[in-house]
């Protein structure tokens, strides 16, 4: 899914746009003993829960793709009877009036979810009726020809408000808070089937983590049965470690900056298209060759990558580079700098030893205080 299709579900999530059939839930405790169900009508329920509602909703289907929103495949041995993607069909189909389905899924859940603490298990079934585009990319709500059934799952914390006084109305004084189960925003999530070309894909889901850095690959592993992803900051560890490996004595700092610029430039061609920018290994080793890297240096490249990240994975270009800072970091030193003007800072062999060379035209402060140059010039 992109963007656009992400934006196109969450919009379903308001009273005018709603189209949510049903809604069910599993509070569980810390010990994953089942403590409380719940099985609605969505349309049923008073305005001010459906807006709280909303909420965690849409939360389950934000934040940046290839981070915390990760398109996933289903293999095919899990479209078989019994699979994981044949199951969550099963379930979609159901429209959630299953409830021997529904005590199912919950289990696999418990089983596949490992959290200290409370949890409320949130799963809704929506039927939205696609509407037509004309060739401008405006709305023809009369010319719906699909409608896209999916489920949507949440898994939220819930936890004790935090002690505090209160102000009771009735006796005009303040008193001990009384502290009551809150539910939070959603730590992991996913969209069944994707909304992919804006049509029903089955054979994908969009799944959401909270932490981008950690993905619960078990919990992907043993729920949903799909081929574990890089997590964000893994993929950036894995580049660093594919370049160091390849370059090995040749990686040095014009070439490492040379790269960061490219990778710069990359994402500023790419930063209006729809899909985030994602480099398999032939584009890695594209990247090298036109950052001045020598193909003698790139004789072992293929087995590095492979061994690093595996031969057919794909590395967003978002989680390898700092579009907003150039660093540069010693033992004692981190300098960051405007990534247009990496031209400031160069590298230099003086008296045997390496340095960083920084013009500072423009002036220069120190904690906040504007400094004079009292170095002689040089004759």
Not at 57 to 70: E, H, P
Not at 97 to 117: H, M, P, Q
Not at 126 to 151: F, Q, R
Request: proline fraction near 4%; charge should be negative.
């Amino acid at each position: 899914m992109i963007k656009k299709e992400i934006s196109e579900i969450k919009r379903q999530f308001t009273p005018s746009g709603c189209s949510i059939t049903r809604i069910c839930g599993c509070y569980v405790d810390g010990e994953k003993n089942k403590k409380a169900e719940l099985k609605e009508a969505f349309l049923s329920l008073p305005e001010e829960d459906m807006f709280k509602y909303f909420e965690i909703l849409r939360k389950a289907l934000s934040g940046t793709l290839g981070k915390n929103l990760v398109n996933l495949d289903f293999p095919l041995d899990t479209e078989k009877e019994g699979g994981t993607q044949e199951f969550l069909l099963r379930l979609r189909d159901s429209r959630l009036t299953d409830d021997e389905l529904l005590e199912a899924f919950y289990d696999r859940i418990i089983e596949a979810y490992e959290y200290v603490g409370n949890y409320l298990i949130l799963l809704i079934h929506d039927a939205y009726d696609i509407p037509g585009k004309t060739s401008d990319g405006l709305d023809m709500d009369d010319a719906s020809d699909e409608v896209y059934s999916y489920i949507l799952c949440c898994i939220c914390p819930v936890e004790l408000s935090k002690p505090g006084l209160s102000y009771d109305e009735t006796e005009n004084t303040f008193r001990n808070r009384t502290r009551d189960w809150v539910v939070g925003m959603p730590e992991l999530g996913f969209l069944f089937p994707a909304f992919n070309d804006r049509s029903t894909d089955i054979h994908s889901t969009l799944y959401y983590s909270k932490n981008a850095n950690d993905l619960h690959d078990a919990f992907i592993e043993q729920l949903l049965g799909c081929p574990l992803p890089l997590a964000a900051d893994f993929q950036k560890e894995t580049f660093q470690a594919i370049i160091e490996e390849t370059l090995g004595d040749f990686c040095d700092y014009d070439t490492v900056k040379t790269i960061h610029e490219n990778l710069n430039e990359m994402l500023e061609e790419y930063k209006d298209a729809p899909e985030p920018l994602t480099l398999d290994k032939y584009q890695v080793k594209s990247l090298l060759e036109n950052s001045g890297v020598e193909e003698e240096q790139l004789q072992d490249f293929d087995r590095n990558f492979d061994e690093a990240a595996g031969e057919r994975a794909s590395i967003f270009a978002g989680n390898i580079v700092n579009s907003r800072a150039f660093e540069v970091k010693t033992p004692d030193v981190i300098i960051k700098v405007n990534p247009e003007r990496t031209d400031l800072v160069e590298n230099r062999i003086i008296d045997g030893r390496q340095c960083l060379i920084i013009a500072v035209d423009g002036g220069v402060e120190v904690n906040g205080i504007m400094v004079k140059n009292t170095m002689p010039e040089e004759p």
